[in-house]
């Protein structure tokens, strides 16, 4: 236990009595994020400016506190988790869009702002925010910025970081600083903005947020069409970007996942022995637009799709959006717990990857659900585990050595877009080698001597 009664009252003398918890039932709804797994922390705060958060850095790093930056809590890597305790610092009080430049095209927006609103404010002034982490309806632009969030968009129009101008962050020692610029570019010292991008709060407090818009499409187009398999599918997706089209999106859903959104497709006419789906987004002037539906629905037909529906209007594309958004909550119909990975691989490797899964699942016995970004290669793995049963679990570690050796064979990536946090510091190693994460380590204790900030994630052992 970090705190006594002496620290408490200092930090409910900045954030104000009730703007702190420390009850065991309010610190429950602190302690886990969406890999369920849940631990408790001793104190969360809420502040509502950089100069609170400053002034509790401060009072930690003289005690050694842990300090836990907290947005919605939906990251998968354990990013969140107080697995030593300390403070959560609870950022949803700071959700304010703090001014839209049209003419500069740039928002500064408050880290504990919800992605979507982010999103629907700009389009009200024909502008566009691209980052769409499936989870934008509830994911805070701080979590995506820390995570460095990708999303269905990022094979057209780019990840998070490619949208981050600059920052205002807090350190772990209290120092109020800016990184990066508000202009479209600049390159004074070194890019420490976009290096915070995906640090998962292991380096201070992200507070503000200069952000990159650009301008909204005239026109979006959805496409969603089924394939008797993956093969089919996944050729449909060569043959799509062989015809230079970029889709602004290009997910694909697999057999087992197609089985647990069945009820959230009732807007599409998908057949019987439907082996796969591809959901596909084309967006840009109205008569580009036109023309590529027509090529993509001609080229799904040539690959052997069943069925294609097609959507142009708001509300027609959200139903078809409604059974994608709806997959990582529905896999819980196969087992009440997952491991959820997000590798990447080369786009071309995709077919390949899958063979791969496949033969991990016969070879571990571990239900394999898949489902992803096909145009950026990454594959989001479901290994479907009940984490209370000891059997599958032995056999999950090696599951998972063997699917991260065959993806880094292939030139991938053990993470595309969710991070490392707790769940695969294990693994960090084998992907960036022994050098780069001890350069890793003393760049993390440069920004925090004392080693507060979100400690135990991303090293492996724990820094
Ligand atoms: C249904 C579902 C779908 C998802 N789809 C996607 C997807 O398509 N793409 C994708 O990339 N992710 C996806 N995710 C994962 C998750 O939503 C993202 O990682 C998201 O960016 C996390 O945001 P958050 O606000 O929930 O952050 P949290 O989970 O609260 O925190 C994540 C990490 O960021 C740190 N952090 C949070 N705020 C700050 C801050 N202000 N300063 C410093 N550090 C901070 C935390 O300490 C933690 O390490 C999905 C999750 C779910 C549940």
């Given at each position: 236990?970090?705190?006594?009664?002496?620290?408490?009252?200092?930090?409910?003398?900045?954030?104000?009595?009730?703007?702190?918890?420390?009850?065991?039932?309010?610190?429950?709804?602190?302690?886990?994020?969406?890999?369920?797994?849940?631990?408790?922390?001793?104190?969360?705060?809420?502040?509502?400016?950089?100069?609170?958060?400053?002034?509790?850095?401060?009072?930690?790093?003289?005690?050694?506190?842990?300090?836990?930056?907290?947005?919605?809590?939906?990251?998968?890597?354990g990013?969140?988790?107080?697995?030593?305790?300390?403070?959560?610092?609870?950022?949803?009080?700071?959700?304010?869009?703090?001014?839209?430049?049209?003419?500069?095209?740039?928002?500064?927006?408050?880290?504990?702002?919800?992605?979507?609103?982010?999103?629907q404010?700009?389009?009200?002034?024909?502008?566009?925010?691209?980052?769409?982490?499936?989870?934008?309806?509830?994911?805070?632009?701080?979590?995506?910025?820390?995570?460095?969030?990708?999303?269905?968009?990022?094979?057209?129009?780019?990840?998070?970081?490619?949208?981050?101008?600059?920052?205002?962050?807090?350190?772990?020692?209290?120092?109020?600083?800016?990184?990066?610029?508000?202009?479209?570019?600049?390159?004074?010292?070194?890019?420490?903005?976009?290096?915070?991008?995906?640090?998962?709060?292991?380096?201070?407090?992200?507070?503000?947020?200069?952000?990159?818009?650009?301008?909204?499409?005239?026109?979006?187009?959805?496409?969603?069409?089924?394939?008797?398999?993956?093969?089919?599918?996944?050729?449909?997706?060569?043959?799509?970007?062989?015809?230079?089209?970029?889709?602004?999106?290009?997910?694909?859903?697999?057999?087992?996942?197609?089985?647990?959104?069945?009820?959230?497709?009732?807007?599409?006419?998908?057949?019987?022995?439907?082996?796969?789906?591809?959901l596909?987004?084309?967006?840009?002037?109205?008569?580009?637009?036109?023309?590529?539906?027509?090529?993509?629905?001609?080229?799904?037909?040539?690959?052997?799709?069943?069925?294609?529906?097609?959507a142009?209007?708001?509300?027609?594309?959200?139903?078809?959006?409604?059974?994608?958004?709806?997959?990582?909550?529905?896999?819980?119909?196969?087992?009440?717990?997952?491991?959820?990975?997000?590798?990447?691989?080369?786009?071309?490797?995709?077919?390949?990857?899958?063979?791969?899964?496949d033969?991990?699942?016969?070879?571990?016995?571990?239900?394999?659900?898949?489902?992803?970004?096909?145009g950026?290669g990454?594959?989001?793995?479901?290994?479907?585990?009940?984490?209370?049963?000891?059997?599958?679990?032995?056999?999950?570690?090696?599951?998972?050595?063997?699917?991260?050796?065959?993806?880094?064979?292939?030139?991938?990536?053990?993470?595309?877009?969710?991070?490392?946090g707790l769940?695969?510091?294990?693994?960090?190693?084998?992907?960036?080698?022994?050098?780069?994460?001890?350069?890793?380590?003393?760049?993390?204790?440069?920004?925090?001597?004392?080693?507060?900030m979100?400690?135990?994630?991303?090293?492996?052992?724990?820094?």
């Amino acid at each position: 236990m970090f705190i006594d009664k002496s620290r408490l009252k200092e930090i409910q003398d900045i954030c104000g009595v009730n703007n702190v918890l420390m009850d065991r039932e309010d610190l429950l709804c602190y302690s886990y994020d969406a890999t369920g797994q849940k631990m408790l922390p001793d104190l969360v705060a809420f502040p509502e400016s950089a100069s609170q958060i400053s002034q509790i850095l401060k009072i930690a790093n003289t005690h050694k506190v842990p300090v836990v930056p907290r947005g919605a809590g939906s990251g998968f890597v354990g990013g969140t988790i107080p697995v030593k305790g300390g403070i959560v610092l609870a950022l949803s009080r700071m959700n304010k869009i703090l001014e839209i430049d049209e003419d500069n095209m740039l928002a500064v927006v408050e880290p504990g702002l919800v992605n979507e609103k982010l999103q629907q404010e700009v389009e009200k002034k024909g502008l566009f925010y691209p980052p769409d982490p499936a989870s934008m309806k509830f994911s805070t632009i701080g979590g995506n910025i820390a995570t460095g969030a990708g999303g269905p968009r990022a094979f057209k129009y780019g990840v998070t970081k490619d949208y981050v101008l600059g920052l205002e962050v807090v350190l772990p020692t209290g120092e109020i600083m800016k990184m990066g610029v508000r202009t479209a570019k600049g390159v004074v010292g070194y890019d420490l903005a976009r290096f915070l991008v995906g640090s998962e709060g292991t380096l201070g407090v992200v507070t503000k947020i200069n952000l990159k818009l650009i301008p909204k499409p005239e026109m979006t187009a959805t496409l969603l069409s089924s394939f008797p398999n993956m093969d089919q599918a996944a050729q449909c997706v060569t043959s799509v970007i062989k015809a230079k089209i970029i889709p602004a999106t290009l997910e694909y859903i697999d057999r087992r996942a197609i089985e647990c959104i069945k009820p959230y497709l009732v807007d599409a006419a998908i057949p019987e022995n439907t082996g796969a789906i591809l959901l596909m987004e084309v967006d840009g002037p109205k008569d580009t637009v036109g023309k590529e539906v027509r090529k993509i629905e001609s080229l799904c037909r040539e690959n052997g799709a069943m069925e294609t529906s097609t959507a142009f209007e708001k509300e027609e594309r959200e139903k078809l959006w409604t059974a994608r958004r709806a997959i990582s909550p529905s896999l819980r119909k196969i087992s009440p717990t997952k491991i959820n990975e997000d590798i990447t691989v080369p786009r071309t490797k995709i077919p390949k990857t899958i063979q791969m899964l496949d033969r991990v699942e016969k070879k571990y016995s571990i239900p394999i659900v898949n489902f992803g970004h096909a145009g950026d290669g990454n594959v989001h793995v479901n290994l479907m585990v009940d984490q209370s049963d000891s059997d599958i679990m032995k056999r999950l570690d090696p599951a998972l050595e063997e699917i991260f050796e065959e993806v880094l064979e292939m030139g991938g990536t053990i993470s595309g877009e969710h991070g490392i946090g707790l769940a695969k510091s294990r693994y960090i190693e084998k992907e960036i080698g022994e050098t780069s994460l001890e350069l890793q380590k003393r760049v993390k204790l440069a920004f925090d001597p004392n080693n507060i900030m979100n400690p135990g994630k991303i090293f492996w052992p724990n820094v």
